[in-house]
């Protein structure tokens, strides 16, 4: 079946510094690849995502490109802040035959100190 | 404005009791899921319903149901509370055109002891 495997945590990280979380995927057919956020006490928000190969998503400074030739979807952001705190989630959904289900990751705990 | 609410926030509950966890959203969306979350785990499915009368088992199923009724809402029960289903609880909706959009309700933390 489909399956994350996306970086353990926690990471910990100074302001400013430049983050990576790996992600990869095993799934058949085009699945489609997202990152979300989960911030202390609240639920999940979408962050970014990515419906085909060499698609990049972006927001917030966030970026992750769909590398189907790895099976990839790593999330990077050049300069974090301590705002970006929180658990993210890397998710994928193989939409084929009408499947709306997510498959999620474990979840990666940033942490960024000032 | 549109939202999904899940209610309570909270519970604590005896092993062995019927207990009920509702979700309620005013998208209209016909998609609806509920997760779990657990340390370690990530969010697993645990069931989900793509329009009214529809119902469908996820990976963690055992030990739960859902209904659903109506659009807007698709309850949780859990049968028979077991230790094991300590967690937090995430319900979500997505529309049948917007599949990928998934909005998710803020959790209901349960305890069970």
């Known amino acids: 079946g489909d399956s994350v495997t996306q970086m353990e945590g926690p990471v910990t990280l100074s302001e400013e510094a430049f983050l990576t979380i790996n992600c990869t995927y095993t799934?058949?057919?085009?699945?489609?690849l997202f990152w979300y956020v989960q911030y202390p006490g609240e639920g999940l928000q979408l962050l970014l995502k990515?419906?085909?190969?060499?698609d990049k998503g972006s927001n917030k400074g966030f970026e992750a490109t769909y590398r189907k030739e790895t099976t990839s979807f790593h999330l990077e952001k050049g300069s974090v802040q301590v705002s970006d705190s929180a658990v993210y989630f890397c998710?994928?959904?193989?939409?084929?035959?009408?499947?709306?289900?997510?498959?999620f990751g474990k979840g990666t705990l940033l942490t960024v100190n000032p | 404005d549109a939202e999904i609410t899940q209610s309570p926030r909270h519970k604590i509950t005896e092993t062995g009791r019927q207990v009920t966890l509702a979700c309620h959203q005013t998208?209209?969306?016909?998609?609806m899921f509920w997760y779990r979350q657990d340390l370690g785990h990530g969010l697993r499915l645990i069931h989900y319903?793509?329009?009214?009368?529809?119902?469908n088992k996820g990976e963690v199923s055992d030990g739960y149901s859902v209904s659903r009724s109506n659009t807007e809402d698709l309850p949780l029960t859990l049968e028979s509370a077991a230790s094991s289903q300590t967690s937090v609880y995430f319900c979500?909706?997505?529309?049948?055109?917007?599949?990928?959009?998934?909005?998710f309700g803020s959790g209901t933390r349960l305890t069970v002891v």
């Open positions: 979500a909706s997505s529309g049948s055109g917007t599949p990928l959009n998934y909005t």
């Open positions: 799934a058949t057919g085009y699945p489609s």
């Open positions: 990515a419906t085909k190969a060499d």
């Open positions: 998710a994928l959904m193989n939409s084929g035959g009408s499947n709306y289900k997510l498959t």
């Open positions: 998208w209209n969306h016909n998609n």
């Open positions: 319903s793509y329009g009214v009368q529809d119902t």
